[in-house]
């Protein structure tokens, strides 16, 4: 089931390429998931094996950081706390990861300040990147890593402002010139620091960690391993999870006992513009439409459903809507397997893109949404220079609108607010154009990033599949039931 809620998405993720391991964005502890490539072979994972606590007060650390002790394991991973603390907490985690933000400004500064900072918890961080969903997030990682050189104070300095600064650099393309300033910003000494970034020394070490996670059975961000230094006994827990859960696991350890059962979270339904039974049905008042208010082609009763979140000034949404597209209009939408339905994105990087938006909603008034759709990336160059206002109205006049009606919707207010309301239905998942969610049969998944026409039509084909297997489950699910 894909499970939405106003902050959170259980969806797959498909990323590039055709898989039979759907990848899911967990509501279940709120995590961001990859492909569980899972390394079948066990995995020794490290144990401070000393049994004797010793007060934090009579230990004297090289480094601190905000008053902690500050240092960097025997395998390299930065740590803050007293390596002989009853419970070693180690955070597999991604600098982009919304759940992994999440975690850091809200639970996060607690565990430190009550169970780091008084020598109860040794914190490691360890990288887990998710290239499928953050692609220049292994940056921020390889970053973080060459500032570390310089020292574990340093290390977490940069982790910090790494997480503070995540929506900045996560919206660009190549984040390379904001964390080389990010990183002078907070008295790196940038020649020992390119001198890392150029030969890529670190790397290696954000691979293993990767690596490291997937052996443990990880797919999702964030991910905690805790380890009890008093009998070596580990366990995992995955999510974002509220401080009150930590409290429990790390109160239960701290005592030598085992943490407690994890219950099963609340399953949540679909938000009203993705759910087949509502938002996405047909406005019968408004044909082309969906209750939801958004424009769709193809039949509505189609086994397949896919949103498409795009931004007209983006380069790669151009490529999907003149490249790919045609090619998938064709061989699904046009033949009834797929209902397509379109959102507004616009990315802050493209100053014009929401007024294209709104020359759309305008358009879509008259019937013409998915002419003035196609005719805006064809002329994409053309209308974004200069000024726009009067580039639109003259695509407007191309396709022949009522002009009286289109300029009364253009500087008007309702369009627009069409256009927010779709940047507020996806603003928690989508951080990059074009994206596209598959629903079927209350499942799903996220294609992100331009995709060649064969590539796309893979994924779709694999989806068809699943969604008959699905179907089929259903209907000898239901005459079982019937029979009995």
């Not at 402002?161 to 080389?180: H, I, K, M, V, Y």
């Not at 609340?266 to 047909?282: H, I, Q, V, Y």
């Amino acid at each position: 089931m894909i499970v939405f809620s106003a902050s959170v998405w259980v969806i797959g993720d498909f990323g590039g390429s055709v898989s039979s391991n759907e990848v899911t964005e967990r509501d279940s502890g709120d995590s961001e998931v990859t492909s569980p490539e899972v390394d079948s072979s066990n995995q020794d994972v490290p144990v401070d094996t000393g049994e004797t606590e010793l007060n934090p007060a009579e230990i004297t650390f090289h480094e601190t950081y905000n008053g902690m002790p500050a240092g960097f394991t025997e395998e390299g991973y930065p740590y803050l706390g007293y390596p002989n603390a009853s419970v070693k907490v180690i955070e597999y985690s991604d600098y982009l990861c919304p759940f992994s933000g999440r975690h850091y400004t809200q639970t996060m500064p607690t565990l430190l300040e009550k169970y780091v900072r008084t020598g109860k918890v040794m914190y490691v961080y360890r990288d887990f990147p998710i290239a499928s969903l953050h692609p220049t997030a292994s940056m921020g990682s390889v970053t973080a890593a060459c500032v570390g050189e310089q020292g574990a104070a340093a290390f977490w300095t940069m982790h910090d402002e790494l997480f503070n600064a995540r929506n900045e650099w996560g919206s660009l393309q190549d984040p390379t010139g904001f964390l080389t300033d990010l990183a002078g910003m907070i008295g790196t000494d940038m020649v020992v620091y390119d001198e890392c970034i150029v030969s890529g020394r670190e790397n290696p070490l954000v691979e293993e960690s990767i690596a490291g996670a997937k052996a443990l059975g990880f797919n999702g961000t964030p991910s905690f391993q805790f380890v009890s230094n008093k009998d070596g006994e580990t366990y995992e827990l995955v999510g974002a999870q509220p401080v009150e859960v930590f409290t429990k696991w790390l109160d239960a350890l701290i005592s030598g006992e085992k943490p407690p059962e994890q219950e099963e979270p609340e399953k949540r339904e679909l938000p009203f513009w993705s759910n087949p039974d509502t938002g996405l049905a047909p406005d019968p008042d408004r044909p082309g439409f969906t209750m939801a208010g958004d424009p769709y082609k193809g039949d509505p009763k189609a086994l397949l459903t896919v949103i498409e979140f795009n931004d007209f000034q983006c380069s790669f949404c151009q490529r999907h809507a003149l490249e790919t597209q045609p090619v998938l209009d064709e061989q699904f939408v046009d033949t009834g397997e797929v209902m397509w339905v379109y959102k507004h994105f616009p990315l802050k990087m493209h100053p014009h893109s929401t007024t294209a938006a709104a020359a759309a909603e305008c358009a879509a008034d008259q019937g013409k949404f998915w002419e003035m759709y196609k005719l805006l990336f064809q002329e994409m160059e053309q209308w974004s220079e200069g000024d726009p206002d009067a580039e639109l109205v003259v695509l407007a006049e191309q396709l022949k609108l009522d002009m009286k009606l289109f300029t009364e919707c253009f500087n008007g207010r309702n369009a627009l607010q069409r256009v927010l309301n779709d940047i507020y239905d996806g603003q928690d998942l989508i951080r990059s154009t074009p994206a596209f969610i598959v629903v079927y049969g209350g499942k799903g998944g996220v294609l992100r990033g331009f995709k060649k026409a064969d590539t796309f039509v893979a994924v779709l084909q694999a989806h068809k599949k699943s969604a008959l297997e699905a179907q089929k489950k259903e209907v000898t699910k239901d005459t079982s039931a019937a029979k009995n």
